[in-house]
């Protein structure tokens, strides 16, 4: 047979029917299922706006609630917690740290010791010492010993002072032996920093007391025992009344305190310059140098004159 090219080309009978029928049912599935789609949709578009916003509701609220669960965590469990385990480290760091920094070094005291006097007198002594820059103190103390059971005296002592403490002229048949040093009722006082920001600055205004034209004279009265004589001037540069300003007087022979003693000037004003003179009654060794320092309260309010 020929081929003939304007034949339609004819394929079996059920081929074509499963073409023609197949189209139109695949197209009428996808319109029902989009209506059906579509009729689900819009029925159910307030259910599903519901659950759309309460998605971007949770989304949102999350991180609040987390910074909530964290805080309300915080202010009863965790947080508590934290700040007693805090406060122990800082209780911890007071006790080993501040304590060293702000608690004061007890007072040192050296052994008493004695002093002829005169005739019948002696003078009694020891050395006190406050190694504390920020502390001074106040203290009572007395000297006991065999045949001496002295009366309670006030003393006190500035922020890194040394200096004697004593008891002049104690009139006894006999030297006291065995004699030593009782203290009571110290009292310790933290400078403050607000009132005094500055204490050498708050020292210097107070303290300067000049002592000049010293004069020492070994053999000022002879007799059967020469008596010595220490004179000086002493004048007050601050600009305070003061009720009382003392003068302890050391004589050493080298290195080695041989004698000391102790004068008063009452009502020692601003501006003010004293003649002073004090004298020693027992024979001394010979004497290569002496000291004469003021002795003043600076903390004491009832020191000075208003």
């Not at 004293?274 to 004469?292: C, K, M, N, T």
């Given at each position: ?7 339609e080309s004819v394929?079996p009978?059920?081929a074509?029917?499963q073409?023609s029928t197949?189209?139109?049912?695949d197209?009428e ?7 059906k789609f579509s ?10 706006k519901k ?6 509701i ?5 991180p609040w609630t987390?910074?909530?669960i964290?805080l309300l ?11 007693a385990?805090l406060?122990?480290i800082?209780?911890?760091?007071v006790s ?6 702000i608690?004061?070094?007890p007072?040192?005291?050296s052994?008493?010791e004695?002093f ?9 002594f020891s050395?006190?010492k406050n190694?504390?820059a ?5 203290f009572?103390?007395?000297f006991?010993?065999?045949g001496l ?5 006030n003393g006190f ?6 200096k004697y403490?004593?008891n002049?002229?104690?009139?006894r048949?006999?030297r006291?032996?065995n004699?030593?040093?009782?203290t009571?009722d ?5 400078i403050?920093?607000?009132l ?8 210097k ?8 034209d010293?004069?020492f004279?070994?053999r ?8 010595a ?14 009720w009382?300003?003392g ?9 080695q305190?041989?004698a000391?003693?102790y ?12 003649d002073?003179e004090?004298?020693?009654y027992e ?18 309010e009832d020191?000075?004159?208003?």
């Amino acid at each position: 047979m020929a081929f003939n090219p304007n034949q339609e080309s004819v394929g079996p009978p059920e081929a074509q029917s499963q073409s023609s029928t197949k189209k139109p049912a695949d197209k009428e599935g996808e319109l029902k299922a989009s209506f059906k789609f579509s009729f689900w949709f819009f029925r159910n578009k307030p259910f599903l706006k519901k659950v759309f916003m309460g998605l971007v509701i949770v989304v949102v609220a999350a991180p609040w609630t987390y910074t909530l669960i964290w805080l309300l965590d915080w202010a009863v469990i965790t947080g508590p917690k934290e700040r007693a385990n805090l406060n122990t480290i800082l209780d911890i760091k007071v006790s080993q740290e501040a304590l060293a920094n702000i608690a004061a070094t007890p007072l040192y005291f050296s052994e008493a010791e004695i002093f002829a006097g005169g005739i019948g007198q002696y003078d009694i002594f020891s050395q006190v010492k406050n190694q504390n820059a920020k502390w001074w103190m106040e203290f009572q103390y007395r000297f006991v010993g065999e045949g001496l059971e002295g009366d309670w005296r006030n003393g006190f002592v500035l922020p890194d002072e040394t200096k004697y403490i004593t008891n002049l002229g104690v009139e006894r048949a006999f030297r006291p032996r065995n004699i030593r040093l009782e203290t009571r009722d110290i009292k310790y006082h933290r400078i403050n920093n607000h009132l005094i920001p500055d204490y050498a600055e708050f020292k210097k205004e107070r303290m300067d007391i000049v002592v000049s034209d010293t004069d020492f004279d070994p053999r000022a009265i002879q007799n059967k025992k020469n008596i010595a004589l220490l004179s000086f001037m002493a004048k007050n540069n601050t600009a305070y009344d003061y009720w009382l300003i003392g003068f302890y007087t050391y004589l050493y022979r080298g290195d080695q305190l041989v004698a000391l003693n102790y004068i008063g000037a009452t009502e020692f004003l601003s501006g003010e310059s004293r003649d002073l003179e004090i004298y020693f009654y027992e024979g001394l060794p010979a004497v290569s140098r002496y000291e004469i320092v003021p002795e003043l309260n600076i903390f004491d309010e009832d020191g000075y004159i208003r």
